[in-house]
């Protein structure tokens, strides 16, 4: 049997996407402990934090200090999001193998969420090509908005597939598809996804579901019957960006992890290990 048919890589970003929109300020040390917590729960990768501009999400202004103090395992990939070089760099000098850029389908998300149109945000990409080349970094992308843009409502499967098409001509080895403010049906989610996989193979793509609309698990069960094999999800369901208006948390990490093992997938997570590492967040954030 064929293991890699077998199992799910679950993406844990509850100390990224978690952490960035809470209002209240964590101290860093409790970061660590949520982020070791996951470590030890055996989760195959972990988004750390970003390295974005301090005034815009000033809440992970300390990831450089996180980055540092985390306990890392040679069995787990800590990958930190990153807009542009200036991200790229401080991903380097935090002894980062593994970075995420981000840009979206609609125009009007990315220039609220990156100061830039989208084919700007992919010339940002374009420079940083040479260092992530060099360093042989694994390239991982966000797509936001997928199916719906808080602004702009919902968004042609056309713009999703000329982004796709121009990441992957940037060289970038994994692409997230984002339901930013879990507007997404599973009957959007399939659609989407089968003009997706008509041009491209389903390893190149993860699914970052928004939970808004509790819509999340029903859109990762079809993605996984369609071939999809790697989910982002969020320990304790935290989650949202605040530029993207109605944002609630990713799909939990607890539930990603049931609906797999329902489903007959592997992740490798010990799942009550993982509840203690969502709770623990939890019972900081009020
Ligand atoms: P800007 O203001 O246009 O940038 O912002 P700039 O190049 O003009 O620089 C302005 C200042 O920011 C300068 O500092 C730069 O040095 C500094 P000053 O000279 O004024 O003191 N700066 C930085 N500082 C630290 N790290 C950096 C960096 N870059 C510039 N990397 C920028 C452009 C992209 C920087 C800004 O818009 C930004 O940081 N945006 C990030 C917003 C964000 O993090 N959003 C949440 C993550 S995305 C998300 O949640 C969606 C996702 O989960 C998928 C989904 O759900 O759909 C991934
Ligand atoms: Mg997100």
């Known amino acids: 049997m064929n293991r890699l048919i077998d199992s799910v890589r679950i993406v844990e970003v509850g100390p990224r996407d978690g952490l960035q929109s809470i209002d209240q300020i964590i101290p860093t040390s409790e970061k660590v402990k949520y982020i070791n917590l996951l470590t030890d729960a055996g989760c195959p990768e972990i988004e750390v934090t970003s390295f974005v501009s301090p005034t815009w999400i000033p809440q992970l202004a300390d990831g450089g200090e996180v980055s540092s103090a985390i306990h890392r395992n040679e069995?787990?990939?800590?990958?930190?999001?990153?807009?542009?070089?200036?991200?790229?760099?401080?991903?380097?000098?935090?002894?980062?193998?593994?970075?995420?850029?981000?840009?979206?389908?609609?125009?009007?998300?990315?220039?609220?969420?990156?100061?830039?149109?989208?084919?700007?945000?992919?010339?940002?990409?374009?420079?940083?090509?040479?260092?992530?080349?060099?360093?042989?970094?694994?390239?991982?992308?966000?797509?936001?908005?997928?199916?719906?843009?808080?602004?702009e409502g919902n968004v042609g499967a056309e713009?999703?597939?000329?982004?796709?098409?121009?990441?992957?001509?940037?060289?970038?080895?994994?692409?997230?598809?984002?339901?930013?403010?879990?507007?997404?049906?599973?009957?959007?989610?399939?659609?989407?996804?089968?003009?997706?996989?008509?041009?491209?193979?389903?390893?190149?793509?993860?699914?970052?579901?928004?939970?808004t609309f509790n819509m999340a698990a029903e859109n990762v069960t079809v993605g996984l019957g369609m071939g999809i094999r790697v989910l982002d999800a969020s320990a304790g369901g935290i989650g949202g960006c605040p530029y993207a208006p109605g944002a609630s948390g990713n799909i939990s990490t607890e539930t990603a992890v049931r609906i797999c093992k329902e489903q007959g997938f592997e992740t490798g997570i010990d799942i009550d290990k993982l509840k203690a590492a969502g709770k623990y967040i939890q019972s900081i954030i009020h």
Request: overall charge negative; charged content about 20%; some cysteine.
């Open 159 to 211: 713009n999703v597939v000329k982004v796709i098409q121009d990441l992957l001509d940037l060289g970038v080895h994994e692409i997230s598809l984002g339901d930013t403010i879990g507007k997404a049906t599973p009957e959007d989610v399939e659609y989407l996804l089968e003009i997706i996989l008509d041009n491209w193979p389903a390893e190149i793509f993860a699914l970052h579901m928004h939970d």
């Open 75 to 151: 069995n787990s990939m800590y990958t930190a999001l990153v807009p542009n070089q200036k991200g790229l760099e401080a991903a380097l000098e935090n002894d980062f193998r593994s970075v995420a850029i981000f840009t979206a389908a609609s125009v009007t998300f990315c220039q609220k969420n990156t100061n830039c149109t989208i084919e700007e945000s992919l010339k940002r990409f374009e420079s940083m090509i040479p260092i992530w080349e060099e360093k042989q970094l694994r390239v991982r992308a966000y797509i936001s908005t997928c199916w719906v843009c808080p602004y």
